[in-house]
């Protein structure tokens, strides 16, 4: 039994995604603003869309990286090699 008042705490297993791109001061430096058409499509074509076909959420975004959550350990890996096969075609 709880002690009267006491909330009880919901605990969820949840996956936490850090990405950035790869070289991202190089390629501004040679083409600034080529670099940022690409990363905006490509945020917008691919990857938005994935994490959210895999139940993600984008927390927060900065110039060449996001922060995204993903309920359980399935999703983030599903996409992960989602991504792993797009970036390998590109």
Do not use: N, Q
């Amino acid at each position: 039994m709880e002690p009267a008042g006491s909330a009880r705490v919901e605990r969820r297993l949840a996956a936490i995604l850090a990405a950035d791109v790869a070289g991202y001061s190089r390629l501004i430096e040679a083409d600034e603003e080529g670099t940022l058409a690409r990363l905006k499509a490509l945020r917008a074509e691919i990857v938005d869309p994935k994490i959210a076909l895999h139940r993600g959420r984008i927390v927060k975004t900065t110039g060449d990286g996001l922060l995204g959550t993903f309920i359980g350990w399935k999703r983030p890996k599903k996409f992960s090699r989602a991504v792993a096969r797009i970036r390998k075609s590109v």
